[in-house]
């Protein structure tokens, strides 16, 4: 618990946390309009009758990028830590390295999960009042029921996306190499692979975070026009997967390596 | 009872003595092919300022991140009042450390960096004002850390390390980069500390700084222990220095007792090996006029210089 209490005071006594979700809340929204804009105005153009919307799918293909913003705040919880050298104060307080790391995560996942949930709120109001104007048809759908399971699935989405984020970082320890890893599991590599066009990539690439993610969202947005080819609880099965293993990996490597 | 379960926060002197004793035996450290800490066995006493003395390089920061549990040693062990330092509770009670004082978030406020601190080993929150105001640094609180002079780091380094009222305090090169009256103050919050019974261990690479501040010396060179001794009795490897109009009589004299004589100047010898008063009695046994005797005391730093000699880890080509 003390560990943790110092953790949460570290994490919002530095502006970049208030940046971080400042730019991750205004990505989401930006981009949830946007692409709710661009869906409608597509439907408008096809003349397809009875064509809907649906809000809560717009801000889901939206945290796909601004989820990066939320990424960083979790990356700097530990890479600045070693860039300064303040790990070393945080491991003389606390020397037992599991619970350094393990109050990191803790106090990051929920920020992360509230936080995602609530700004994802923001975005679907925000796409929803603007579909509605007649600009866009008014072909806004908003099932309430639907939104708030969508949106606390986001919220889940990016929490693990933190923790990952977190694993890699006390692995990896610099900033640069933490982001270069987790763009590429959560967007390069998976992007690459379905691009290919090879079944087997293709097949590969759904079990990788980003589509894991979209899966447990259940959102069909998977870039190959086909269905996921797995249910929601078996998306969240390999996103929870990879976050445990990139703990596992940050966990060995801060127990191992001197923390020079 | 604290958060965890621990007993409550109580400040004041009430030390006990014994657990603030750190104890190395045989701690070694390589960094792959090379030793860094060599085989090193000493006791750290409550009480004392000890001294850390070594070339750049010797390992002395290494042998301080090796008792705080940052470098695991490749052989031998670092205890901090009997255990492990990993297993002490809430070390930052026990154990408080300057290593770097550039080594902190530049973007956190420097009352925030402490309290962050503070929490983590369930100390009350009213500490990081209290030792804010003990360094002299209450007026800058709210500051960032990265905008502190190096000066001001050192201090709030300093506070950091007094925040947990602890037994013992490890300071590396505490003086860095301090004006004439912050060295000053070091020096006394040394003193003082260890007046209090705490066990106090400062590295340091400006020799003339332990002379006023230690009790007692560990020099290393190359990783390997060279002295182990209190201050008094490395500065009494000194010699006497001898003015003479028959100075060259008084050589033979003295050489003829064993004793070490060094030429200096055509009327002074410096005399090792011998006291003052052996020198006086054999002059007036011999009926040479002596116009002074007195005793040179070897300047740590050449006292250090002396001992370090051949175990320079990276030494300028002169």
Known sequence: MTTMAAEWTKLWSVRSTWWCLLSGAALLIVGAVTIGGGTATEYLREGVPGMRVPVGEQVISAVSLAQFALVALAMLTVTSEYASGGIRQTLQATPIRGRV???????????????????????????????????????????????????????????????????????????????????????????????????????????????????????????????????????????????????????????????? | MGVDGSPPWSPGPGLPSVSGMISLTGLTKRFGGRLAVDDLTLDLKPGKVTGFLGPNGAGKSTTMRMILGLDRPSAGTALVGGVPYHELRNPLRTVGALLDARAVHPGRGV???????????????????????????????????????????????IAAALLGDPEVLM???????????????????MRSLAAEGRTVFVSSHLMSEMQLTADHLVVIGKGRLLVDAPLSEVLASGSVLVRSPHAGELAVRLLATGVRVERRGENALLATGTTIERIGDLAHEAGIRLHELSPHEASLEQAYQELTDGSVEYQAGV
Not at chain 1, 250 to 256: M, P
Not at chain 2, 177 to 184: A, F, K, N, Y
């Open chain 1, 101 to 260: 790391l393990a109050a990191k995560a803790l106090v990051v996942a929920p920020v992360l999960l509230v936080y995602g949930t609530l700004s994802g709120t923001v975005a679907a109001l925000a796409t929803y009042l603007t579909l509605a104007h007649p600009l866009f048809g008014g072909l806004a759908r908003l099932s309430p029921g639907e939104l708030a399971l969508d949106l606390l699935r986001l919220g889940v989405v990016v929490a693990l996306a933190g923790v990952m984020t977190i694993g890699i970082a006390a692995a990896v320890r610099s900033a640069a190499g933490t982001l270069t890893i987790v763009f590429m599991l959560l967007m390069g590599l998976p992007l690459v692979m379905v691009m290919t066009g090879l079944p087997f990539l293709v097949d590969l690439s759904m079990r990788f975070p980003m589509f894991a993610g979209l899966a447990f969202m259940d959102s069909s947005v998977n870039m190959t026009g086909g269905p996921m080819p797995y249910g929601p609880l078996e998306g969240l099965t390999w996103l929870v997967g990879w976050t445990g293993a990139a703990l596992g990996a940050g966990y060995a490597v801060l127990r191992a390596r001197d923390a020079t």
């Open chain 2, 171 to 189: 300071f590396d090169e505490p003086v860095n980069g301090l004006d004439p009256d912050g060295v000053r103050w070091v020096r006394h919050l």
């Open chain 2, 111 to 157: 009352r925030a960096h402490l309290l962050a601190l503070a929490r983590s080993n369930g100390l009350p929150a009213s500490r990081a004002a209290e030792v804010l105001e003990e360094v002299g640094l209450a007026q800058v609180a709210r500051r960032r850390a990265g905008t502190l002079s190096l000066g001001m780091s050192q201090r709030l380094g």
